[in-house]
């Protein structure tokens, strides 16, 4: 029932809607966050010990698999930083940051950074905990389907609305060349089309969150990427 020129004109406006609904769900993230309001810090001992922490950080570790702060024990990927950078210390080299992502059992992505410091002689081990913002959810999306560094590109053009033509001119490629890899990317996420594509990124991703607006809306409580005030 739609024109040529209905379809163009909303094969133009989908990409600014899309932007705006994206940008929606990170206000609403910011104003109004999951889970704690702050990331945690903690400070471990050569011995694996909590020396001191910010209030707060046991929320964080308690969502964490294996997290049981009552009992005692450290999540295992809170442990698993915190020793890979403590050996980046010993190494002789400069020390680096050890980083992972995690997903919690709310279902939320975190990411886990670690440090080590030099305190007189003994070794001490900062551990951050703090959401993971899309960028890296993204990045581990991506890596979890093995696609190889040109698939994430053109993945992460269709998932901005672009066309075949234009992601074409963006890689310096031939559209041939880019429909070779979206159907490499097809195979590899197990869906058929571009459609298909972005649907799945939403409903796993997005979709979530609209649900947790409705309950909101139900309990008359503010809404996630509803309007600042």
Avoid: C
Wanted: glycine share 8%; hydrophobic share 40%.
């Amino acid at each position: 029932m739609f024109s040529d020129q209905d379809k163009s004109w909303l094969q133009a406006l989908s990409p600014l809607l899309a932007e705006g609904a994206r940008r929606a769900l990170l206000v609403g993230e910011a104003t109004d966050p999951e889970g704690p309001q702050a990331p945690g810090l903690l400070v471990l001992t050569a011995d694996w010990k909590v020396e001191s922490s910010t209030p707060g950080v046991e929320e964080w570790l308690d969502d964490l698999p294996d997290g049981e702060t009552g009992a005692g024990r450290l999540p295992s990927a809170v442990l698993t930083v915190a020793g890979r950078a403590m050996r980046s210390a010993e190494s002789g080299e400069p020390a680096e940051v050890a980083m992972a992502r995690v997903l919690t059992r709310s279902g939320a992505w975190v990411v886990l950074h670690g440090a080590a410091l030099q305190s007189g002689s003994d070794r001490r081990v900062a551990v951050i905990v703090e959401p993971a913002h899309p960028a890296r959810i993204t990045s581990l999306l991506m890596s979890a389907y093995g696609l190889t560094d040109r698939e994430r590109d053109v993945t992460r053009l269709v998932l901005q609305g672009n066309s075949t033509s234009d992601i074409a001119a963006e890689m310096v490629v031939s559209p041939h060349t880019v429909q070779q890899h979206l159907k490499s990317v097809f195979d590899k996420t197990g869906v058929r089309s571009r459609r298909d594509l972005v649907g799945k990124v939403f409903f796993s991703h997005y979709e979530p969150r609209l649900r947790d607006n409705e309950q909101r809306a139900l309990a008359d409580k503010p809404l996630r990427g509803g309007p600042v005030r």
